[in-house]
């Protein structure tokens, strides 16, 4: 259950502790990459706090069945970091790796700072629902000596026919994934991550991201991407009854490796749109390629954001009024024998390229416990006929087995790299 305290503006963050946690079963919006805000805990309106005071105290804890960053609200800033080990860094400076970095994100995630934090980025700030999750990318394995850990699971991504990957931006032995509602806390922990690994492994890949800030409307909404439009409304939801068990990991009986238990896969995707060509369609148009409104997100079969599409439904002229090829048909569960994974994505905007195009779009993490069963036969479908594909390119993809969360004394990782 999460839960908020709340401190008087100018608190040190040193003094700052919460004991606020994030749990997606209560803390999750209907949009993956929503503009959901962890609500404050009802207070009399006398004591009702300032606008936004809630924000940097809200605290998400770092030991628990899953790593934070998964059903976690999604944040205001983030970080996608991909890392390989060095010539020489096995097993043992790996697991003296995670060691390090799990300490410092029990740290930073509770608003303490690290002992690596020389620079003061984050001073006077509250942990503003920082997280920070770590994975494990295929090669991982085989530059570790732990082959026979390997989950069937992380077997390649197939190609797909609308693929333009930059190979140096793709994949990676370890990734860190970062998100807060504060810039400056987000970066700090990016910072101190990347400073920790010296002599163990190398930056391969970064990739930063934002969504709307909490507060920023009058109630907790489901965001809108690049494109302006509404963006998630069809995430599977906790309080579903399957979906623990489309997300993560069970302790037995997956075909998983036991050490992934609890845990899920993550696919990481750097979707560039081009919205110069997005934005010279008429709204209707737009509207046609998604299926729904770009008013409030409702289908165009009626309703409102969270009415189910009646992909049934025909127009007067007896044509669906859910294209066949529109997005929302074509990523449906029940097109897609039931295939679901949790979307909580950022958006990015990396400059402009030579033709004066925004090099911006969306930086895809999609969450499932088995990514065969869920983003794969989805992509499939849309490689084979998206009308959303013509105003989108897949630049970059990644796979990783983001493990379980660890109980008390324990690092992220301990059971494949100790076990």
Same mark, same amino acid.
């Given at each position: ?20 946690g994030a749990a997606g079963a209560t803390g999750l919006a209907v949009g993956a990459t929503s503009g959901a805000v962890v609500q404050a805990t009802a ?147 990016l910072r101190v991550i990347q400073r920790q690994a010296a002599g163990t492994a190398r930056l391969r890949w970064q990739m930063n991201g934002f969504n ?59 979707i560039r749109m081009l919205l110069d060509a997005w934005d010279k369609e008429s709204q209707a148009r737009q509207e046609k390629v998604i299926g729904r409104?770009?008013? !409030? &997100? @409702? #289908?165009?079969? %009626? ?10 439904? =025909? +127009? ?38 030579? !033709? &004066? @195009? #925004?090099?911006? %779009? ?10 065969? =069963? +869920? ?39 301990? &059971?494949?790299?100790?076990?």
């Open positions: 259950m999460t839960q908020h305290d709340h401190e008087p503006h100018g608190v040190s963050r040193r003094r700052l502790i919460s004991t606020v207070q009399s309106a006398a004591q009702a706090p300032a606008p936004l005071a809630s924000v940097g105290s809200t605290r998400v804890p770092f030991h628990g069945t899953h790593q934070a960053g998964i059903t976690t609200p999604v944040q205001a800033f983030g970080h996608l970091v991909a890392f390989d080990l060095l010539a020489g860094s096995g097993r043992k400076e790996a697991a003296a790796l995670l060691r390090r970095w799990s300490k410092t994100a029990e740290l930073l995630m509770a608003g303490k700072p690290s002992p690596d934090e020389p620079t003061g980025i984050a001073l006077d700030a509250g942990p503003s629902s920082l997280t920070i999750t770590f994975g494990f990318g295929r090669t991982f394995f085989s530059r570790t000596g732990l082959e026979k850990q390997l989950p069937t699971q992380l077997a390649p991504l197939p190609d797909f026919s609308g693929d333009a990957l930059d190979k140096a931006l793709s994949n990676g032995d370890l990734w860190v994934q970062i998100g807060s509602d504060d810039g400056l806390v987000s970066f700090n922990a709307r800030t909490p507060g920023a409307t009058k109630r907790p909404k489901t965001t809108r991407n690049l494109m302006g439009q509404v963006d998630g409304t069809n995430n599977p939801k906790p309080a579903e009854a399957d979906f623990q068990q489309r997300i993560f990991v069970p302790k037995s009986g997956s075909g998983s490796a036991s050490w992934m238990a609890d845990g899920s896969y993550a696919v990481v995707r750097r409104r770009k008013s !409030d &997100g @409702a #289908p165009l079969t %009626g309703g409102s954001e969270s009415t189910e599409p009646d992909l049934e439904k =025909r +127009g007067p002229d007896g044509s669906p009024v859910i294209a066949a090829d529109a997005h929302v048909r074509v990523t449906a569960p029940e097109t897609n024998g039931g295939a679901a994974m949790l979307r909580r994505p950022f958006s990015y905007h990396d400059g402009f390229l030579e !033709d &004066g @195009a #925004p090099d911006a %779009g969306l930086l895809f993490v999609a969450w499932q416990a088995d990514p065969l =069963r +869920g983003f794969v036969p989805v992509q499939r479908k849309l490689d084979r006929g998206d009308a959303l594909s013509r105003f989108i390119r897949h630049e970059s993809s990644a796979l990783f087995a983001v493990p379980g969360g660890p109980s008390k004394g324990e690092y992220v990782g301990q &059971g494949l790299l100790e076990g």
